[in-house]
C-alpha cells in the first residue's frame, strides 16, 4: 500500500456534525483515535470528550520527576521504522 | 543550555518540526548499535554476535513460521520448543528485548517473528530500533494532547468510568449510556447510536505501585477498573471478549523496573568503561538494554540518550533496569527482588557490573531509586484463542469500539505502541465508515530479501543448506545478487 491509499482525504461523513464522541482512558490509542476522528474524520474537536481517571495522561507511556525526589519511567520505548499507523499519526507539531 | 554541551545535536523542540521529523533526525544522527548485548561475571561481554540455533531449533522455528494460528491454539512458548531452545543466545535476546516468557503464547511469537522479520539480521546488535529524544511522556504525549486541546478536546481527568448501557436487539448492538464516577461523585450520560464510544479494554500498567530508596512497591492484586470495566461489558455479550483470560495470573504477568537518578558522576567512568560510549555525549550510551545473564532477576538496564527528561541537569544520568523474575532471589542481595527496596535494588545492579567496596557506597549515597511494580505488564502476552480479545469493533456494534493492547488485529504484535494506534486507525474508519484504508501491515514476511537475510541470520551467518546450488543456478540471471 502506497501514497495514492494513504495521502487519499476521506470524504466528510454526513452528519457528523451532531455526532460526539466518548473516549475511555487517555493513553496513547484514545489520543490517536481523537486525532483520527479530527483528521480524517472531520470531527469537531469541541464534540469530542476523553475521560481518564487518573490526572495524569498518557497510560502506559510515562515519565516523571525531578532531581530533588528522582526521576521515573515504568518503561522505555523500542520502535521501528514500520509502525505503519503511529507514524502517520505522529506527523503533529512539537508545539 | 544544551546546544554548547552537545554541539552538534539537532534543535530541540523546534516548533516548525513534527514529533516524526524529530524522531528521524534524531535517530539518523545517531542510529542505534548495542555497545554490548549481554554480560556475565559482573561486567565480563559475552559473545552474542550469533543466535547461537543448531538445526534442529531452526527446523522449529521454520515449523512456527509455517503453523496456522487456530493450529496453535493457546500452546505456550514452551510447550512448542525443545527444552534446549531455552538455553540459545537467540532466547536469551529475544525474552530480554521483549519481555517475552516461557509460559507466554507461542502464536505471539510467531506474530514477532512474521511481523519484524526484517529486523532480524539486526536483532544481536539492536540495529535498525529507534529511540525518542526523551522519555515518551516528553516526546510524545505531551505534544499530542497539547495538540488535541488546541483543537478543543477536552480530557476529563479523575473520571472512572465504571459501565456502559448496551442494549442488544437483534443483530444491533448499541451503546445507550456511560456510567462515571467524577471527583468521587457519580454520573450518568446519555448516548444514542449516532454517538460515538470508544473503550480501553485492559492495560499492561493497570494497578502499578512504586516504591521508594527505603520502600519496596507493593504488589496490588486487587482487580483493578481498566479489567472491571471490560468485565462489566464483557458479561453483555460473548463477542466483547474474556478479560479474565489476561488479568488472572498476576505471578504470570507481572515483572518490576526500577528507574535510577545519579546524581554524582563517578557511575559515568563505569558506563564509560563498560560501553566504551561517553555518557555525557546526547547519544545512546548502552545502545539499548545491556542483559545480565547471570543474574538471577533476569535483569536487564539501559542508558538512553541523556538527559532523559527535558528538565534533567546536564551532570545528572538517568538509568532503567528491569528484572523479569521479581520472585527470584538477587545474586548478592539475597532477597526476592520484590521485596528490595530502592537501595537493594541499585546494589545488586552496581554488583553485576563489577562495582563494590567504597565506590557502591558513595554511588548509592548520591542516587535515587524509584522501583515500579507492574502485575499486568505481559498480561497481553498470555496464551489465547480466537474469541478471548473482542474485534476493535465487534459483530453488529453500531458505536461501540475497544481499543488498546486487548483487541484482536490479524497479524500485528501486542506490547507495542503500534497495535495501540492502529486499533485506533481502524476504530475510527469503521465506525465513520470512512472510504479511506488503515496502512497494510509491513508485509516483510512476504518479501524473499527480508526471508533470506532472516534465514541467513537463523543459520548465524553460515551457507545455507543448498545455498551453493541455488547461487549457481541464478548465476548470469537477473536475479543474481539476490543470495
Ligand atoms: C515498561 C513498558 C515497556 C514498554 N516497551 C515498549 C516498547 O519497547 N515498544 C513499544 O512499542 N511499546 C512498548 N510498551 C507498550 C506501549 O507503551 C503500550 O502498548 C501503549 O502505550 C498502550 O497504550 P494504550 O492507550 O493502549 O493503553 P494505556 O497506555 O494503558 O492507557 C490506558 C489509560 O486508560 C485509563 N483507564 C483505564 N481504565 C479506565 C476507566 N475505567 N476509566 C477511566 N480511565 C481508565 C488508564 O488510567 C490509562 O491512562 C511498553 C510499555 C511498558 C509499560
Known amino acids: 500500500m502506497g501514497s495514492y491509499q494513504l495521502k487519499y482525504h476521506a470524504k466528510k461523513p454526513e452528519g457528523i456534525e451532531n455526532k460526539k464522541a466518548y473516549l475511555v482512558g487517555s493513553g496513547i490509542a484514545t489520543l490517536a483515535a481523537a486525532f483520527f476522528l479530527i483528521r480524517d474524520g472531520h470531527m469537531d474537536g469541541k464534540n469530542i470528550t476523553i475521560f481518564e481517571r487518573k490526572n495524569v495522561n498518557g497510560g502506559a507511556l510515562d515519565g516523571a520527576g525531578n532531581l530533588e525526589d528522582g526521576y521515573i519511567i ?3 520505548r523500542e520502535m521501528e521504522e514500520h509502525y505503519e499507523c503511529t507514524w502517520t499519526y505522529l506527523v503533529i507539531f512539537q508545539h | 543550555m544544551y546546544m554548547d554541551l552537545f554541539g552538534d545535536i539537532p534543535t530541540l523542540e523546534d516548533p516548525e518540526r513534527t514529533v516524526l521529523d524529530d524522531m528521524k533526525e534524531i535517530n539518523d544522527w545517531d542510529p542505534n548499535v548495542s555497545a554490548k548485548r549481554v554480560i556475565q561475571n559482573r561486567g565480563e561481554e559475552v559473545d552474542s554476535s550469533t543466535l547461537g540455533l543448531k538445526d534442529h531449533h531452526i527446523k522449529q ?12 491454539g493457546d500452546l ?12 540459545t543466545n537467540m532466547w536469551l535476546l529475544w525474552r530480554s528485548m521483549f519481555a517475552f516468557q516461557t509460559w507466554h503464547s507461542v502464536v505471539e511469537m510467531k506474530r514477532y517473528m512474521e511481523r519484524f522479520i526484517h529486523l532480524l539480521p539486526g536483532m544481536t546488535e539492536l540495529r535498525n530500533i529507534l529511540f525518542s529524544r526523551y522519555n515518551q511522556y516528553d516526546s510524545f504525549v505531551l505534544p499530542l494532547v497539547k495538540w488535541l ?14 459501565d456502559l448501557d448496551i442494549e442488544i436487539s437483534g443483530k444491533e448492538k448499541v451503546v445507550t449510556g456511560i456510567h462515571l464516577v467524577q471527583n468521587g461523585e457519580e454520573k450518568h450520560i446519555k448516548t444514542t447510536r449516532n454517538d460515538l464510544v470508544f473503550v480501553i479494554n485492559g492495560s499492561m500498567t493497570e494497578n502499578s505501585t512504586l516504591g521508594s530508596m527505603d520502600k519496596a512497591p507493593e504488589l496490588n492484586r486487587e482487580l483493578g477498573p481498566v479489567w472491571s470495566l471490560w468485565k462489566n461489558i464483557a458479561a453483555k455479550d460473548p463477542s466483547f471478549g ?5 488479568y488472572e495470573n498476576i505471578d504470570k504477568t507481572k515483572w518490576e523496573s526500577f528507574t535510577v537518578t545519579f546524581k554524582d558522576s563517578k557511575i559515568a567512568d563505569i558506563i564509560k568503561d563498560l560501553t566504551n560510549r561517553d555518557p555525557y555525549s546526547g547519544r545512546v550510551v548502552t545502545g539499548g538494554i545491556i542483559t545480565i545473564k547471570d543474574s538471577n532477576w533476569g535483569m536487564s538496564f539501559t542508558l538512553s ?4 527528561f527535558a528538565n534533567q541537569p546536564d551532570d545528572v544520568l538517568v538509568l532503567w533496569a528491569y528484572g523479569l523474575f521479581a520472585d527470584n532471589e538477587g545474586d548478592y542481595i539475597k532477597k ?21 567496596g567504597e565506590l557502591m557506597e558513595e554511588i548509592v549515597d548520591s542516587a535515587i531509586v524509584i522501583p515500579a511494580m507492574m502485575p499486568h505488564i505481559t498480561s497481553q502476552f498470555m496464551p489465547r484463542v480466537k474469541g478471548d480479545r473482542p474485534e476493535v469493533v465487534p459483530e453488529g456494534s453500531v458505536n461501540l469500539a475497544f481499543l488498546g493492547q486487548f483487541v484482536e488485529i490479524e497479524g500485528d504484535c501486542v506490547f507495542t505502541v503500534e497495535y495501540s494506534v492502529r486499533s485506533a486507525m481502524i476504530a475510527v474508519y469503521k465506525l465513520l465508515n470512512l ?3 488503515v496502512p497494510e501491515i509491513y508485509p516483510s514476511k512476504y518479501d524473499i530479501r527480508h526471508i533470506i537475510n532472516a534465514t541467513k541470520t537463523l543459520y548465524g551467518n553460515k551457507p545455507l543448506p543448498g545455498e551453493f546450488f541455488v547461487k549457481k543456478l541464478l548465476k548470469d540471471t537477473s536475479l543474481e545478487g539476490l543470495l
Open chain 2, 149 to 162: 486541546e488546541d483543537h478543543g478536546v477536552k480530557i476529563e481527568n479523575n473520571t472512572l468510568v465504571t
Open chain 2, 435 to 437: 472510504d479511506k484504508q
Open chain 2, 76 to 87: 505456550t512458548v514452551e510447550q512448542f520448543f525443545t527444552p534446549d531452545y531455552f538455553e
Open chain 2, 242 to 246: 474474556r478479560p479474565e483470560v489476561f
Open chain 1, 74 to 76: 515504568r518503561g522505555g
Open chain 2, 61 to 72: 522455528l521454520t515449523k512456527l513460521f509455517l503453523a496456522k494460528e487456530e493450529d496453535l
Open chain 2, 305 to 308: 540518550r541523556q538527559p532523559h
Open chain 2, 336 to 356: 526476592k527482588m520484590s521485596e528490595c527496596t530502592g537501595e537493594e535494588l541499585l546494589r545488586e545492579l552496581l554488583y553485576h557490573i563489577g562495582v563494590e
